[in-house]
């Protein structure tokens, strides 16, 4: 039987990613008897390796060029950049695998999920009506999908290995951003029922009690992210920014209300727990994302208002697709599209969370 060059492309990728398995060395030196087996993912298009790929019901998607330019063998996955995204750095970084496949990936083998996968949706936010308004996952939907990825690790290694699988991951959490950016700015449809004040009090309300739910599930060592600083990002600056697009500080003061609830909202919920395994653990990516958009050349950015595909001022998800031209050389680029950062972004934010939080989360 004849095979189509995307068929091809699709069974070279897999032999690679089969072949890095076994040769990742790991950049983050763990403490003496600390291991950390797989790192698994809940939230939106940041880390969405792919999920979005199988939602017939929804147009957030990315599983075409120039999505995935520098990815390997130039594949577009349904990552939301040119390449890598933070679940994939993390574990590379950690030693785990080169590569964290979504769990709903069509070529996923079963021994990639005693590593870790990827339940995250594009679009998705803590609140149940973000998911709607875009037709992706909530984080319900990812939290029954967990469920049954922990059935399958059951039959794969046993109740024993399960429990230590569980226990000892680095699970991440990364969502919220398209809660405040579009649930409640853009589209509006949470401003009549509340203020801003309570609505990122209703945000924290349901991170903390999807916190506690992966908790009684066995997780242990918990990541959650803040929010960056969402006036700045190049869709915002062009719906809100004005005239001369730039930053909305509404929007960012927003980001930082919602923030300093999470990290308060977090902390003392793993103090309640008094578990002295439990390491729930808030993650700011506000101040170091400001600071490059603040100082860009410190970073080696040139461009951090626009994002490298297209003109950068409107172009994500379909809007930015095969026809679309990217900037020459996306490494002097912060943003990828409108809303997300490149790979090189990506890798100075995550080297940063590695380096102030990995001790606390191990």
């Known amino acids: 039987m004849k095979m189509g060059f995307s068929s091809v492309k699709a069974g070279l990728l897999a032999l690679f990613l089969l072949l890095l398995l076994g040769s990742i060395q790991a950049q983050v030196r763990l403490p003496p008897n600390v291991t950390v087996p797989a790192v698994i993912m809940f939230g939106d298009s940041i880390i969405d390796q792919g999920t979005n790929n199988y939602l017939q019901t929804t147009l957030i998607k990315c599983n075409f060029p120039p999505y995935g330019k520098d990815f390997l063998g130039h594949i577009p996955t349904g990552r939301f950049s040119n390449g890598k ?91 919220g951003t398209d809660d405040l950016a579009n649930t409640y700015f853009t589209a509006g449809l949470r401003r009549a029922q509340y ?37 700045c990002l190049p869709s915002q600056r062009t719906l809100a920014g004005g005239l001369l697009r730039e930053c909305n500080e509404e929007y960012n003061q927003a980001a930082q209300l919602e923030n300093g609830k999470l990290a308060r909202g977090i ?7 008094h578990d002295p395994k439990a390491r729930l653990v808030y993650v700011d990516i506000y101040n170091t994302m400001l600071d490059i958009i603040q100082n860009p050349k410190k970073y080696g950015f040139t461009v951090v208002d626009r994002g490298c595909c297209g003109t950068g001022i409107l172009e994500v998800t379909l809007l930015c ?7 020459p050389d996306d490494t002097l680029f912060l943003f990828w599209d409108t809303y997300h950062p490149t790979e090189k972004g990506y890798r100075i934010l995550v080297n940063r969370i590695l380096q102030t939080y990995s001790n606390q989360l191990t």
Do not use: H
Not at 145 to 158: A, I, P, S, T
Not at 267 to 273: G, T
Not at 321 to 327: D, K, L, M, V
């Open 85 to 175: 995204t933070p679940a994939d750095l993390i574990a590379q970084a950690l030693g785990i695998k080169e590569y964290v496949p979504a769990y709903w990936d069509a070529r996923l083998l079963p021994r990639e999920l005693l590593t870790g996968v990827s339940f995250a949706s594009g679009a998705n936010g803590y609140d149940p009506q973000t998911s709607q308004l875009m037709s992706v996952l909530s984080l319900s939907d990812q939290m029954k999908m967990f469920k049954e990825y922990v059935e399958k690790l059951k039959m794969l290694v046993g109740e024993g290995r399960t429990k230590f699988i569980l226990e000892n991951s680095l699970y991440s959490v990364v969502t």
């Open 195 to 231: 203020d801003i004040n309570s609505y990122t009090d209703l945000m924290v309300q349901y991170a903390t009690e999807f916190a506690k739910e992966l908790y009684d599930m066995g997780a242990r060592r918990i990541a959650i992210f803040g929010l960056p600083p969402i006036g």
């Open 267 to 273: 902390k003392a919920l793993n103090d309640s727990l």
């Open 321 to 327: 697709n095969p026809s679309t031209e990217t900037c």
